[in-house]
């Protein structure tokens, strides 16, 4: 008798577990496939760096996109998913599931923002630029010793000018100010390298920082691209001829602070390091951040004999190979047919 009765109990309790397994696994295949509960066509939500699938999935229980986080913590563990997901800020549609979130936050597919960096800024203006953006995180001091900023980017980098590669970076929210600095130099470490192996032979530079710092030169030279390899080949002349570089963009970059927008006789012959009308070859370090042209230019100049270039007030230069053409141009671009009172300087 109390054999059967163990008996009927025993069945019933693998009835009652039936029912309940398959009750439960219809809820799951419910919860799986039917579309969250944003109360809005789309929003975006946040995962931030170090939380766990348990976080995230509380918090999307807490803003009530979905009914059960246990769900969607089974969801992750049956995926092997439960230590994969992404931090970043998500955009989130009414019509996803939360098989959805879970492949989205596992992929990593969140919202990217940019920021760029335009070819000529200098590493001051670089960082007054990073203060202004509305998305990355500030940790740096912009009025902090640039050498003490880089010590978090690559302590063995040196001076900051000119070491990060002009571009649109794209990124998620969260990212900080220093992770970016550190893609951008990474970026125009690997470039300048590639550039380098490329290089035309027989170039005076014995360095890629060598045809860095003449990149930048040439970038702040001219605003035409076309005329960049033609710079460059003027600056080679003159370092092949060991002549002075005596282009004005390294005066403004040696003045600083003190350039108050024009240059004058007195600011050619105020001895900074930068100053190429005083010293012979080229400068300390990079005086902006050169474009991939410009360093493309600095290592494949174009074929010309000119070594003094003067401005034609429409973004462009006459190129001369004698001083004597060169003054002439300089008599008709800049002085407007008046003879020069001192004898005209080569850029």
Do not use: C
Request: proline content about 6%.
């Amino acid at each position: 008798m109390a054999y059967n009765f163990f008996k009927k109990l025993i069945t019933l309790g693998l009835i009652l577990g039936v029912l309940v397994s398959a009750f439960l696994g219809y809820k799951f295949n419910q919860f799986q496939q039917q579309p969250i509960n944003l109360g809005t066509d789309e929003t975006t939500f946040t995962i931030y760096s170090g939380n766990t699938i348990r976080q995230v999935a509380q918090s999307l229980a807490d803003l009530a996109y979905i009914e059960d986080p246990v769900m969607f913590i089974a969801l992750a563990r049956m995926q092997g998913e439960n230590t994969r997901i992404k931090a970043g800020e998500y955009l989130l549609k009414a019509q996803y599931t939360p098989s959805d979130l879970m492949e989205l936050f596992t992929k990593g597919e969140s919202i990217l923002y940019s920021f760029t960096i335009i070819e000529g800024w200098t590493f001051k203006q670089l960082l007054a630029a990073i203060a202004k953006d509305d998305v990355l995180v500030k940790t740096i001091d912009i009025n902090a010793d640039p050498m003490a900023i880089m010590q978090q980017i690559d302590p063995e980098a040196g001076h900051p000018e000119g070491l990060f590669l002009p571009d649109t970076y794209h990124f998620p929210r969260g990212t900080t100010d220093i992770r970016f600095l550190q893609r951008a130099y990474k970026t125009m470490q690997k470039q300048l390298q590639k550039a380098w192996e490329n290089r035309d032979p027989g170039l005076p530079l014995k360095s890629p920082y060598e045809a860095l710092i003449l990149a930048s030169i040439i970038e702040k030279e001219t605003g035409a691209a076309f005329e960049r390899p033609l710079i460059a080949a003027a600056f080679i002349q003159r370092l092949n001829k060991g002549m002075r570089l005596q282009t004005d963009p390294t005066i403004i970059y040696g003045l600083g602070e003190s350039f108050d927008g024009n240059i004058r006789y007195g600011d050619l012959r105020k001895d900074t390091p930068y100053n190429t009308y005083l010293h012979k070859g080229l400068t300390p370090t990079p005086i902006a951040m050169p474009g991939l042209d410009a360093i493309h230019a600095a290592l494949h100049p174009a074929n010309s004999e000119a070594v003094y270039f003067v401005s034609k007030g429409d973004g462009t230069h006459h190129f001369s190979i004698t001083l004597e053409e060169h003054n002439a141009a300089v008599s008709k671009y800049q002085l407007k047919g008046k003879k020069p009172k001192r004898k005209a300087e080569p850029g």
